[in-house]
């Protein structure tokens, strides 16, 4: 299971901190593939500021198949695919540094603290720790990307480099950073249920007598992602709508626009605005997208550990075999 395992190598993981970072980018690379339509529905929902209904004339998008469809219409299949490169990049990164995080801190809390690795809570802390430290890395990664799957047509951003130069020169460097206090605020109890959701549903099945496997974390991920992102989606919110302040001009085809002079006042403009349903806009796609990709990011990392362990214990093994013939033939 995802985590430090206590238990000696031969009967765990064992898995080194690089293993778990190279586990964890092959999960993320591949993750982002599957999701990056849905990724995609999600941000563009999360930024409508208008009343999802058809008696709102300004709406533009009223549900996930009519969105579907006017984005296919005018844009194209591959706007589904919007802001791939930053959001592969940023899949890779955040995967790799959040399980080689993660690892490290189940593992200093087992040996340097005396707390059992595998309890649920512990999970939960070391989970929202990692997540913090991947988002503080990487967080103009992911204003990058929110900037590319936001804008419509015309382009504002050629691509990647062009986004970066033009945002450093009319915004500033800070502008990569917007978003940074809620996301902060959001990823640690997000990933910290995420991880102790799994942990929890693990140790159901477990009880339960279900037999374990590959289907088996894929089931168990999605159900923590589901529960994670619900009690957190408010959150995730209010950091897609401060990450694209400022980017009015790429907005206006998609309907009304909105400035945020900060976080607090993004909270009040949406009450205000929006009521208490709008910051839950986009909750259907987002559900059905942390379903899917915290299913097939614990699933992924499962399977690439217990393939880079077997391994690590095959060659530990023909080591052993070759000291042993090496032993009698000086006998």
Known sequence: MVGYDPRPQD????????????????SGLLTRVFINPLDVLKIRFQLQIERFSLLEPRA???????????????????????GHVPAQILSISYGAVQFASFEFLTKFAHNAMLYDARNPIVHFVCGGLA???????????????????????PKVY???????????????????????TPSIIAVFPYA?????????????????SISSGNVHNLVCGSCAGIISKT??????????RMQVDGFQKARISFGQVQTYKGFLDCVFQVARGEGLRGFYKGLSPSMLKAAFST?????????????????KQRVNSGHQQQQSKDLNRKQ
């Open 11 to 26: 009967q765990g993981q064992g898995l080194s901190s690089s293993k778990a970072a190279a586990a964890g980018s092959a």
């Open 60 to 82: 533009k998008y009223l549900g996930i198949a009519q969105a579907t469809n006017v984005i296919f219409r005018e844009e194209g299949l591959r706007a589904f695919w919007k």
């Open 131 to 153: 997540a913090c430290s991947a988002t503080v890395t990487l967080q103009p990664m992911d204003t990058l990307r929110t900037r590319f799957v936001a804008q419509g047509e």
């Open 158 to 180: 050629r691509n990647l480099w062009h986004a970066v130069i033009t945002m450093f020169r009319r915004e500033g460097p800070l502008s990569l950073y917007r978003g940074l």
């Open 192 to 208: 910290g249920l995420q991880f102790a959701s799994y942990n929890i549903f693990h140790r159901i099945s477990k009880w339960a």
């Open 231 to 240: 009690l957190t989606y408010p959150l995730d919110l209010l950091k897609k």
């Open 295 to 311: 299913g097939l990011v614990f699933f992924w990392y499962e399977l690439f550990c217990n393939i880079l362990n077997d391994h």
